[in-house]
């Protein structure tokens, strides 16, 4: 016998088999027809999935089932970073205790947040109280798989067109790549109010008039105000992530730009951090040429100084 092999095992020749029953094969059967239904108790609370008996005092059902759902409200969770094969999923996602509208109880199911790398921790829309919706299998037979998992109750469009086009970036922000190409922050000074415009833009905003005095500016800056994302981009590192109004160090006009290299929950206004460069030699006339931003090991600046560029 090999180390791996079990000691015990317990095993039922033949399969265990149990009648279902009309209470539970009432239930079995709605779900194959694609609807969701509970069994009303002597006391008038409606259990799902539907008993034989009440289970808060064993008296027996009243026989009359009523459809809830399919809106549903997590009651409590649990999160699998690492599905194992006889899970329903493949990728990471939580068992949830999901209760109906118009259930007086919850079932215990799937449910599905979206794609997740193994091992990912649960997303912040994950939490007790979400709305979510049953997911049905198109071709059914009758048992709790049916329902393939729950899922959020977001309304979604799929749209599959694609439209291509070219925008030419005009005389200021094309010397304005220029500067990126060679790892530079090109920028134009107002010569009425003496404020500094990064990108480049040919006109100032507050005076309109044409700008032309070109000023480099350093790749550091300041955190004015942030919003964290929940959808996958492909320029981000990772779900959540973080994109940010950042005031260069000698700009008066925030860019917006990604920011890594910290949790999501630590990013801050008024933080310093720096532009994150990649290798010289994939550097082209293109705002790619910067990952993202990242934390300098530097005191937060006060919100004072940063208030009137938000």
């Not at 990604?258 to 933080?271: I, K, S, T, Y």
């Amino acid at each position: 016998m090999s180390s791996s092999a079990p000691n015990h095992a317990l095993e039922f020749p033949g399969g265990y088999t149990r009648s279902v029953g009309p209470v539970i094969g009432r239930f079995l059967t709605e779900l194959r027809d694609g609807r969701l239904v509970g069994v009303r108790t002597a006391s008038g609370r409606v259990v799902v999935p539907p008993t034989e008996y009440d289970p808060e005092d064993g008296s027996a059902v009243t026989g009359e089932f009523v459809e809830v759902g399919p809106d549903c409200t997590v009651e409590s969770w649990s999160w699998v970073p690492r599905p194992r094969r006889s899970h329903p999923l493949q990728r990471p996602f939580a068992w949830a205790l999901i209760r109906p509208d118009g259930a007086d109880t919850a079932l215990l199911h799937a449910l599905d947040l979206g794609v997740f790398e193994e091992g990912a921790k649960p997303p912040r829309e994950l939490r007790t109280g979400m709305r979510v919706r049953p997911k049905w299998r198109s071709e059914r037979s009758g048992g709790i798989g049916d329902i393939e998992c729950f899922r959020p109750d977001i309304a979604m469009i799929n749209d599959s067109r694609r439209t291509e086009y070219h925008l030419p970036p005009g005389r200021a922000l094309e010397r304005f790549l220029e500067g990126i190409a060679e790892g530079r922050f090109l920028g134009h000074r107002c010569g009425v109010c003496g404020k500094v415009y990064v990108p480049l833009k040919g006109l100032c905003p507050v005076d309109g008039v044409p700008t032309t005095e070109e000023v480099e500016v350093r790749d550091t800056g300041t955190v004015t105000t942030f919003a964290v994302n929940n959808i996958p981009d492909p320029r981000a590192p990772e779900v959540p992530f973080v994109s940010a109004y950042i005031l260069l160090d000698g700009s008066d006009l925030a860019m917006l730009a990604l920011v890594a290299g910290v949790p999501a929950d630590q990013v801050r206004m008024g933080m310093r951090v720096r532009a994150e460069w990649r290798p010289r030699e994939e550097w082209g006339a293109t705002m790619a040429n910067i990952k993202w931003f990242a934390p300098l090991d530097e005191p937060d600046v006060p919100f004072a100084a940063i208030k009137d560029h938000l």
